[in-house]
């Protein structure tokens, strides 16, 4: 019986022990688990920060891309501002020219051409004035006898789009035309226009009264079109073309165009030679006159501001 009793008292500490050796490495494991769940939070508090950090460093190098990409630009937004600033501090440039030649001996001749054009430009609008007249005889016989006076007014839409209004007062003696006034509005768009490059194509519908010489006058509604073209290949040199074409909306066969170009080189801060042609074409000309007439013209330009 005592054996019996010994045997269960060592069966029952056996049993305490091993219950309490259970508990302790339950103990230990929980508390392991509690650690790697701490440590996990922890990982993923980092990861979240990392991200962010991450996110910010990205955004500070798209804003770096796009300064750098701004600096590129800046010597012509300098010069872009310089220009504007310049049209604020003094919107009037002004420019005469004077050309002619005499000849004397088998052919007696003379020819003299004047001009005169004013230009106000803005940030929104540009208004131009020209003046120019031609005259000339060789043996006397009249050879040039030119008058035109022209103003266009243009205002800005938005950047390359523009609406205008265009008037123009024209007498060719040689031609037989003795006066033709042309008067309209119109839209017109910028294709290029930069400070080495200005390409436009303008156009609308013109009133034109006109007289032919040995004829009544007339009045006819035209659809009016013109382009211009400039390209400063040089700082001191520059390419220069204008062309204008009328046609008579109540007669096709009535139709006039002119073409001009030439090329302006500096000679000083203030003057320059300017060498041009013009071409003129007139379906329906004064009677007995061919209906084409090119003219040569060479000047000296005086600039001023």
């Not at 009328?246 to 139709?255: A, F, G, H, I, P």
Request: hydrophobic share 35%; with cysteine.
């Amino acid at each position: 019986m005592k054996t019996t009793n010994h045997l269960i008292l060592v069966i029952a500490c056996s049993l305490t022990l091993g219950a309490g050796i259970a508990f302790a490495q339950d103990s230990a494991a929980n508390d392991e688990l509690v650690r790697l769940r701490a440590e996990l939070e922890a990982a993923k508090r980092d990861n979240a920060q990392l991200a962010d950090a991450n996110k910010k460093a990205r955004q500070q190098i798209t804003d770096l891309n796009k300064e750098v990409a701004s600096l590129k630009g800046a010597p012509e937004k300098v010069a872009a501002n310089d220009e504007a600033a310049e049209k604020l501090k003094n919107p009037w440039k002004m420019e005469v020219n004077a050309g002619g030649n005499y000849a004397t001996g088998n052919t007696n001749s003379y020819r003299g051409n004047l001009g005169f054009k004013a230009v106000r430009e803005t940030a929104i609008d540009q208004l131009t004035l020209n003046l120019a007249g031609e005259y000339g005889k060789t043996s006397d016989t009249l050879d040039a006898e030119r008058l035109l006076a022209e103003a266009n007014y243009r205002h800005n839409i938005e950047d390359d789009l523009y609406w205008l209004a265009n008037t123009s007062f024209l007498h060719d003696g040689v031609s037989g035309l003795d006066f033709r006034n042309t008067i309209g509005p119109g839209l017109g768009y910028y294709f290029i226009k930069n400070n080495t490059i200005t390409l436009l194509l303008e156009g609308g519908p013109a009133y034109v009264w006109e007289r032919n010489e040995g004829e009544p006058s007339t009045s006819s509604v035209r659809g009016r079109v013109a382009q211009e073209f400039d390209w400063k290949f040089t700082p001191n040199a520059k390419l220069f073309e204008r062309w204008e074409f009328l046609d008579n909306l109540q007669n096709v066969q009535d139709w006039v165009t002119t073409l001009e170009g030439g090329i302006e080189t500096s000679i000083t801060k203030t003057i320059s030679l300017r060498l041009s042609g013009r071409y003129q074409y007139d379906n329906d000309p004064a009677v007995d006159r061919k209906k084409g007439d090119f003219t040569a013209l060479g000047a000296l330009v005086y600039k001023f501001e």
